[in-house]
């Protein structure tokens, strides 16, 4: 990639979307089916006005067959993107909602301290998070729900305050949802 931000997703026959990831400039794509001859597994979708360069199989073969490190810089790519997708298999699979969502809003409010009234503004629509993080909307719009009844957040609109960082970050980990749960 060039420029831009290009999001690479599967649709579902019933037309749910899983997003995999988000990538920009210097990024590469579609590793997969230049070593193995297969297919795409998902499908690449620009989300702003992108560049990217198209090189052909047997010329970036050649190239990794006379450059090794250019093979190692795509193995290395290869596997953050699999210890990615194993993050996101763990989470689909072992997660709640209401964890995943405290994960992603963790990682998304900027400063790393444990601040309260930290503000995150969210680009992304209810069914846009939910594709991300493997649901669908009418979950994402309970968990932000739970997580404001739990005092962790306040909603205003697309803004989201973090009210108390370390109950989100307990809901991140997997230790609020019993501890609130059982005063709802």
Request: proline residues 4%.
């Amino acid at each position: 990639m060039v420029s831009g931000r290009i999001e690479v997703r599967q649709v579902s026959l019933r037309g749910r979307e899983q997003v995999f990831h988000t990538e920009g400039p210097g990024a590469t794509l579609g590793e997969g089916p230049l070593f193995d001859g297969g297919g795409y597994i998902a499908s690449a979708v620009a989300l702003e006005r992108s560049r990217v360069l198209f090189l052909p199989r047997e010329e970036v073969l050649a190239l990794c067959r006379r450059r090794p490190e250019v093979a190692l810089a795509i193995l290395a790519a290869l596997a953050r993107r699999l210890r990615r997708f194993a993050e996101m298999v763990g989470d689909l699979a072992f997660r709640p909602v209401a964890e995943r969502l405290a994960r992603y809003l963790d990682r998304a409010a900027t400063s790393p301290a444990p601040v309260t009234g930290l503000v995150i503004h969210l680009e992304l629509t209810q069914a846009q998070l939910a594709a991300r993080l493997g649901t669908v909307r009418e979950l994402i719009a309970r968990a932000l729900a739970h997580l404001e009844r739990a005092g962790a957040i306040r909603r205003q609109g697309r803004r989201i305050v973090i009210r108390d960082r370390a109950r989100l970050r307990a809901y991140a980990r997997g230790e609020g949802t019993a501890r609130v749960s059982a005063t709802e």
